[in-house]
């Protein structure tokens, strides 16, 4: 059983990696129906995507009974998508409400909504899973809508609806392999190992080239304690593609958990000497293969080029540089680290998202 709220990040990865909310709908038989004023479509639209409220939804009253004029469910429905590409969730849920008014039969328009409701400040789960559902009811298959559905169940700890509700994505929709990856990484949170295993074998027998479906199967049989079919299975994802610095920084750990120090050190060379090399991690993952080895004059220059990198989140570095540090008898460089490492505990375990490289 999944436990409540807790969703690896493969999953969250899974779930929007080949959509958008901009790309994603669903096709409605009579998305240009008259508004409730009887008139049809006209001209008179908002002149930009921020005014059409304070121009039209007056004209509701509180039972939302008189619909703006000229106003379609469809282009209530087109207002609601642009204000969720635009982050705005709660105008979005506003202008969606008007458009199931005018079509109560239009899987676009809950769909969107229950999209709206799950990205709004306050995370209305509930209610978002009952429009998602409605949606898949008036036959919406649209595969982000399943993965989306799946995700919130999973999040709640309720993983067997989220399994069941990919298991029909799977079914509507065989022509997305990508909700088989969807299910394996949720097998996965529940231990469901060889169904993992299953999904991944499934997709890559018509994906075969894809790294990242190899990249997580490595990652499981890992896992398993299935070494040399996962180094493998890096090795597979990394002839795809080797911009992605995963496969490789993952196959160096497993190498070093394995005791092949030497191999270790050759893939994370490889990726550290990489142009666009970012990844403090990986320096310091080869400082401590260094320590080990006990060539400290490298491990010292790992370390001192991770914490340099990003100086102001770098307890990391600081506390496994005060350990050689202490090794090498250099007492009062090993206590000067040791203070940094305590005086950045306070602070957050990761870099914010405004000062990520």
Same mark, same amino acid.
């Given at each position: 059983?999944?436990?409540?709220?807790?969703?690896?990040?493969?999953?969250?990865?899974?779930?929007?990696?080949?959509?958008?909310?901009?790309?994603?709908?669903?096709?409605?038989?009579?998305?240009?129906?008259?508004?409730?004023?009887?008139?049809?479509?006209?001209?008179?639209?908002?002149?930009?995507?921020?005014?059409?409220?304070?121009?039209?939804?007056?004209?509701?009253?509180?039972?939302?009974?008189?619909?703006?004029?000229?106003?379609?469910?469809?282009?209530?429905?087109?207002?609601?998508?642009?204000?969720?590409?635009?982050?705005?969730?709660?105008?979005?849920?506003?202008?969606?409400?008007?458009?199931?008014?005018?079509?109560?039969?239009?899987?676009?328009?809950?769909?969107?909504?229950?999209?709206?409701? $799950? +990205? *709004?400040?306050?995370? &209305?789960?509930?209610? #978002?899973?009952?429009?998602?559902? !409605? @949606?898949?009811? %008036?036959?919406?298959?649209?595969?982000?809508?399943?993965?989306?559905?799946?995700?919130?169940?999973?999040?709640?700890?309720?993983?067997?609806?989220?399994?069941?509700?990919?298991?029909?994505?799977?079914?509507?929709?065989?022509?997305?392999?990508?909700?088989?990856?969807?299910?394996?990484?949720?097998?996965?949170?529940?231990?469901?190992?060889?169904?993992?295993?299953?999904?991944?074998a499934a997709y890559l027998k018509v994906r075969p080239k894809k790294w990242l479906a190899?990249?997580?199967?490595?990652?499981?049989?890992?896992?398993?304690?299935?070494?040399?079919?996962?180094?493998?299975?890096? $090795? +597979? *994802?990394?002839?795809? &593609?080797?911009?992605? #610095?995963?496969?490789?920084?993952? !196959? @160096?750990?497993? %190498?070093?958990?394995?005791?092949?120090?030497?191999?270790?050190?050759?893939?994370?060379?490889?990726?550290?000497?990489?142009?666009?090399?970012?990844?403090?991690?990986?320096?310091?993952?080869?400082?401590?293969?260094?320590?080990?080895?006990?060539?400290?004059?490298?491990?010292?220059?790992?370390?001192?080029?991770?914490?340099?990198?990003?100086?102001?989140?770098?307890?990391?570095?600081?506390?496994?540089?005060?350990?050689?540090?202490?090794?090498?008898?250099?007492?009062?460089?090993?206590?000067?680290?040791?203070?940094?490492?305590?005086?950045?505990?306070?602070?957050?375990?990761?870099?914010?998202?405004?000062?990520?490289?």
């Open positions: 059983m999944l436990k409540k709220n807790r969703l690896s990040g493969i999953i969250v990865a899974m779930i929007f990696m080949a959509a958008t909310i901009a790309l994603a709908s669903c096709s409605d038989t009579a998305g240009g129906e008259k508004s409730k004023t009887g008139k049809q479509n006209s001209a008179r639209k908002p002149t930009s995507d921020e005014d059409w409220f304070s121009h039209y939804d007056p004209q509701l009253d509180d039972s939302g009974k008189k619909i703006a004029e000229g106003m379609s469910a469809k282009d209530y429905i087109d207002i609601g998508r642009k204000a969720l590409n635009k982050g705005d969730s709660e105008l979005a849920v506003r202008a969606l409400e008007r458009a199931i008014k005018i079509n109560p039969h239009s899987a676009e328009a809950y769909y969107l909504r229950g999209q709206a409701l $799950d +990205a *709004s400040a306050f995370g &209305d789960e509930e209610h #978002a899973m009952q429009d998602m559902e !409605k @949606a898949l009811e %008036l036959n919406c298959h649209e595969p982000d809508l399943y993965e989306r559905l799946a995700r919130i169940y999973a999040g709640r700890g309720k993983g067997e609806q989220a399994i069941e509700t990919l298991n029909r994505g799977v079914a509507a929709r065989p022509d997305e392999p990508r909700l088989l990856l969807t299910r394996a990484a949720i097998q996965v949170d529940m231990k469901n190992n060889q169904k993992a295993l299953d999904d991944y190899h990249y997580l199967r490595a990652n499981l049989l890992a896992q398993m304690g299935r070494n040399d079919e996962a180094l493998a299975e890096y $090795d +597979a *994802s990394l002839s795809f &593609d080797r911009a992605d #610095a995963r496969p490789l920084k993952a !196959k @160096a750990e497993l %190498l070093f958990k394995l005791g092949r120090k030497k191999e270790a050190i050759k893939a994370l060379t490889e990726l550290i000497d990489h142009d666009r090399f970012d990844d403090d991690d990986a320096l310091r993952l080869r400082g401590n293969i260094f320590f080990e080895m006990k060539d400290y004059a490298k491990a010292e220059a790992d370390y001192t080029r991770a914490i340099k990198m990003s100086p102001d989140y770098a307890r990391a570095g600081y506390e496994a540089r005060s350990k050689l540090y202490q090794e090498m008898g250099k007492l009062d460089l090993a206590e000067k680290d040791k203070q940094e490492a305590i005086r950045q505990k306070s602070k957050p375990a990761e870099k914010p998202v405004y000062d990520l490289r």
